[in-house]
């Protein structure tokens, strides 16, 4: 019995509810697709963070990382053998920042600056630091042990593979015979 009663309340409810709502059909398609957009997109908060600034790693340069890529594809040249690959860096790379600077006078002459860095919302409630420039490590030079070296035809390939990867100079390779004892 009771719940006969309350079917009937539910249905004398949605039966006035229901005309007043096709008035706003259209409105309420909109809402609900903004509601499902807002559910899908919900993942961007589960993205890891971009790195923020700390030094050669933020700027997307490991050496570690870049001297086995480049050890890797060293010795797929033709007779090299086994490669051992050491760079040495001149200097890292480095990104410069956008900031804001305000002046403040408190007297006649002396006036002090106020310096805070200017950042943008990277879209998932966080904000992320403006670069306005970011200068790659430069190399001092390279040595290269290697089965092969005592081939100048090897030598002459990963002088001039380091070099070209490098923007070293062939005077700052050195393409050394490894040695049999290891």
Same mark, same amino acid.
């Given at each position: 019995? /009771?719940? =006969?009663?309350?079917?009937?309340?539910?249905? /004398?409810?949605?039966?006035?509810?229901?005309?007043?709502?096709?008035?706003?059909? *259209?409105?309420?398609?909109?809402?609900?697709?903004?509601?499902?957009?807002?559910? $899908?997109? &919900?993942?961007?908060?589960?993205?890891?963070? #971009?790195?923020?600034?700390? &030094?050669?790693? +933020?700027?997307?340069? @490991?050496? =570690?990382?870049?001297?086995?890529?480049?050890? @890797?594809?060293?010795?797929?040249? $033709?007779?090299?053998?086994?490669?051992?690959?050491?760079?040495?860096? +001149?200097?890292?790379?480095?990104?410069?920042?956008?900031?804001?600077?305000?002046?403040? /006078? !408190?007297?006649? +002459?002396?006036?002090? *600056?106020?310096?805070?860095? !200017?950042?943008? #919302? @990277?879209?998932? *409630? &966080? +904000?992320?630091?403006?670069?306005?420039?970011?200068?790659?490590?430069?190399?001092?030079? $390279?040595?290269?042990?290697? =089965?092969? $070296?005592?081939?100048?035809?090897?030598?002459?390939?990963?002088?001039?593979?380091?070099?070209?990867?490098?923007?070293?100079?062939? @005077?700052?390779?050195?393409?050394?015979?490894? &040695?049999? =004892?290891?």
């Amino acid at each position: 019995m /009771e719940l =006969d009663r309350i079917k009937m309340q539910v249905r /004398e409810g949605l039966g006035r509810l229901l005309p007043r709502l096709s008035q706003y059909k *259209y409105a309420l398609i909109v809402l609900l697709v903004g509601i499902l957009l807002l559910y $899908a997109g &919900g993942g961007a908060r589960d993205r890891p963070e #971009s790195s923020q600034p700390s &030094g050669t790693e +933020e700027a997307g340069f @490991d050496l =570690d990382s870049f001297e086995q890529e480049l050890t @890797d594809k060293l010795s797929k040249i $033709a007779g090299i053998g086994r490669v051992e690959l050491m760079l040495s860096l +001149e200097q890292t790379g480095e990104s410069v920042y956008a900031s804001n600077i305000r002046e403040s /006078e !408190s007297g006649s +002459e002396s006036g002090s *600056y106020e310096s805070t860095l !200017s950042t943008v #919302s @990277d879209g998932s *409630y &966080g +904000e992320q630091p403006v670069r306005i420039k970011e200068t790659c490590p430069t190399f001092r030079g $390279a040595v290269v042990l290697c =089965d092969g $070296a005592g081939a100048s035809g090897v030598r002459l390939a990963v002088t001039e593979a380091v070099g070209a990867v490098c923007g070293l100079g062939a @005077d700052k390779i050195s393409v050394i015979q490894m &040695g049999t =004892d290891r």
